[in-house]
């Protein structure tokens, strides 16, 4: 395999070193390339909000069923917990997951399932650490919330490796085997709901909804037909950790905001107020399924057009940013004046009144919050890791602050509104970001690099259920090389072509040594 020296190519996905372009006159795509392009990417947001609407559909169901089966305090105390898995969750895509999608994107051939196996190991051993660490705590603090931190412990390694098969799948474009994976853990939920339903325990709760997580896990180790490998967990570690430490930080320190912010309100406005938060949450919560579905395939598709056209960035995070924010609108407007306050009162029961007046806030700190995402998937394209984690440092400051603040001034209600504030502050700072970043990739291109625009072509899905081959990727569809001037590439091309060779897009040819990154002045380290 070629190696992946500049910071574009660390970034953009293995079919650029597998998938020959095809050769257009002037070099850039026709009228049929881009609809192809387009058609291509559709297909794989379609996958990833399909699978990201049954993630976040079950995610809202349970929700609700705990939140009809306890009164508002054992609530508040599952709502801890769940954060304290989002934050758990995001440790392990930091340092598994995310240089996985950021590296290893394209075809699911040798080098990605030995990526994924690292990977996968990687989030079983944080699974079991955290678990470990979790059920101590439980037992220290004793109680509803120790049973419950307990019972998180138990099952954090099947949730945690459940969530690294469903990212290896859209790393590869194959969001369909994510949507079935997901599938496979919400009718495993079934029973495993009804039977915590007869013991009324938050504990009894968080078993059942992540025992059945287990089932799943075991699924995906099917699809993919690889084995986690936690042996390798150091190995991943230490080749990633020019990315994986830095997106570590940034991921917990969102998460970790969230959590300290529920924390925090818990201690100032009491466990209910907390419920309250997540219920209106809960609201948003179909929203939030297309928000999280788009951030499963934004990063490889933000790669995908730095790589073909580094100037239509912006372009795509802002449509991003403001699609997002549209939908959150919608959605806030069907929950004000479309949906009648008994359904409210049916799925939320007694939470329903409080929670009902945060819907306003809510939605407008969801809005604010998709430009910011619109954003971090540029700089995670664009591999500016330390400029992502500035953006992103920034953002969590500002969002404890302006939640506790809030809070400080109006309990619940007061803390909503302070969140939004920090969101819009949030999402300047990553927009200023991806702006100097972007201005220093440029900066290191040529002249050819700045105005490549080629597509590749686009490949059928695979069908959901067929396991991913064993062997390498699938052979390249043949093209025809046009000749070319000397410099540009064209021959040595056709070259490859025709002797099966991986093709180095023109950014790679450039640089294929280690080039420093201009924001942190240390090397970026190459994966093979």
Known sequence: MARQGSRADDTGSAESLTVPFPAVAGGMPTVSHRSQTVRSMARRVSWGLGDQAVSSLTNFLVGVYV?????????????????????????SRGLGTDPLTVRHSGEPGPEWREAVGRSSGTALVLGIAGGLVGVVVGLLIGGSLGNAFVGLGIVLPALLLQDSWRFAFFAVGRGQYAFVNDLVWAAALVPGMVLASHHHTVSGFVLAWGGSSAVAAIVGAAQARILPRPAAFRTWVRLHRDLGYRYLVENVSTSGASQLRAYGLGAIAGLAAVGTVRGAELLIGPFLAVLMGLSLVSVPEAARILRRSPRRLPQFCLVLGSGQALAAMLWGCVLLFV???????????DVWDESSRLIVPITASVMSASFLTGAAAGLRALGAARRSLRAQLVAAVLYLGGGLAGAAVGGAYGSAW???????????????????????????LGPTDRAQDATPPAEPDAPPTEPIPTTGARPAPAATPTPGHPGDGATDDAAAHATGAPRIPVVARLRTTTQPDTQSGSPERSSR
Do not use: C, E
């Open 67 to 91: 939140a009809r089966s306890l009164d508002a305090t054992s609530f508040g105390v599952f709502s801890l917990v769940w954060v304290t898995y989002g934050v758990l969750l995001n440790v």
């Open 418 to 444: 302070g969140v939004v504030l920090a969101q819009l502050a949030g999402a300047g700072v990553a927009w200023w970001q991806l702006r100097d970043g972007l201005r220093d990739h440029m900066g290191g």
């Open 339 to 349: 949906m009648p306050a008994s359904i409210g009162h049916y799925f939320l029961g």
